[in-house]
């Protein structure tokens, strides 16, 4: 269970501005959220594969094709330099 002084110091880290009337509030519902982790870890999960999704759903794939032109030399007309398809640009880091 958080005290005040800890959910003060936390806010602080985080660099929240969190008033003097608030805290109590603001410690209870973390206080919460901890209890509710503290539920969930109690519970045996041992054996129990790990999902991505609660439903064995598959993904519908479509071909890999390129349906956009090539449009790069066009796009590097403007450039001031260009050089192998690629853009010059000064080095800006020694």
């Not at 260009?82 to 010059?88: A, M, S």
């Amino acid at each position: 269970m958080l005290s005040l002084e800890e959910v003060t110091r936390i806010a602080r880290l985080a660099r929240i501005d969190v008033p003097e009337a608030e805290l109590p509030v603001l410690a209870g519902q973390l206080n919460g959220i901890l209890g509710l982790v503290d539920q969930m870890r109690a519970v045996d999960t041992a054996g129990v594969e790990p999902m991505s999704h609660p439903q064995d759903l598959t993904q519908r794939l479509r071909d890999d094709e390129a349906t956009d032109p090539d449009l790069r030399d066009e796009y590097q007309a403007g450039a001031p330099a260009v050089e192998n398809g690629l853009f010059v640009v000064p080095k800006v880091i020694e």
